[in-house]
């Protein structure tokens, strides 16, 4: 049963440091998406990747947001340094990448920022 | 740029009643439509979706939904609710030309005993 999974699954932290968040996407798709979930903006998109390269990273902070893919079975997300408006829960998604693709999400990331 | 619209915040539904959760969309094209359930701690599962052809679609765990262009709505049905469907339903649709996912707000479906 293949699945999106990411670690950690919760994270506390205090504001102003760094955060990572790793997904490793099903094996053989090639799109990876970033999602945040917050009570007052519901699910937006903040990054996506196909073959690794960032195609639209526009709902992304650029200022202390960073997202890449190291190799094909890594995606991260990095907040540094992190600040309380930044807890949220973050999804990542993954694709195929052909026509009528459908994304998968996993558990999602539990973060909190004190 | 594309939208979607769940009205409904909150739905109460009696167990074994039938459930109806509205959603619309405004894309310009054909769109991709998805209805994806989230339990509580939990990541999205992917219910149903609409790509062509068909306009009923037919989902797991008894989901059905109906696109209906006209109405440019895409309706989540099921004829029987059981207590474990209490969850938290999104509507999503995709562009054609590219991956993005616009997502409503979300429905919360309680059930009552």
């Known amino acids: 049963d293949a699945r999106v999974t990411q670690t950690p699954r919760d994270k506390v932290t205090e504001m102003g440091q760094e955060v990572t968040m790793r997904c490793q996407p099903i094996l053989g798709h090639n799109t990876v998406f970033w999602y945040r979930q917050t009570m007052k903006q519901g699910l937006e998109l903040l990054a996506y990747?196909?073959?690794?390269?960032?195609?639209?990273d526009s709902g992304m902070p650029k200022d202390r947001f960073s997202a890449e893919m190291p190799d094909a079975t890594l995606a991260t997300l990095k907040i540094q340094p992190s600040e309380p408006r930044d807890s949220a829960v973050y999804f990542c998604a993954s694709g195929s990448g052909q026509g009528e693709e459908t994304q998968y999400f996993g558990p999602g990331t539990r973060l909190l920022v004190l | 740029a594309q939208s979607v619209t769940q009205p409904d915040i909150h739905i109460t539904v009696s167990e074994g009643a039938s459930l109806e959760l509205r959603c619309n969309y405004s894309?310009?094209?054909?769109?991709?439509l998805f209805w994806y359930v989230q339990s509580p701690g939990q990541g999205l599962q992917l219910l149903l979706k609409y790509f062509s052809g068909d306009t009923l679609v037919q989902g797991i765990k008894g989901f059905e939904a109906e696109f209906k262009r006209s109405q440019s709505s895409f309706n989540l049905r099921k004829p029987s609710v059981h207590w474990s469907d209490a969850a938290e339903y999104f509507c999503?649709?995709?562009?054609?030309?590219?991956?993005?996912?616009?997502f409503g707000t979300g429905t919360r479906l309680l059930v009552s005993p």
């Open positions: 999503a649709v995709r562009d054609t030309g590219f991956q993005k996912l616009v």
């Open positions: 894309y310009g094209a054909t769109p991709y």
């Open positions: 990747f196909r073959n690794r390269a960032p195609l639209d």
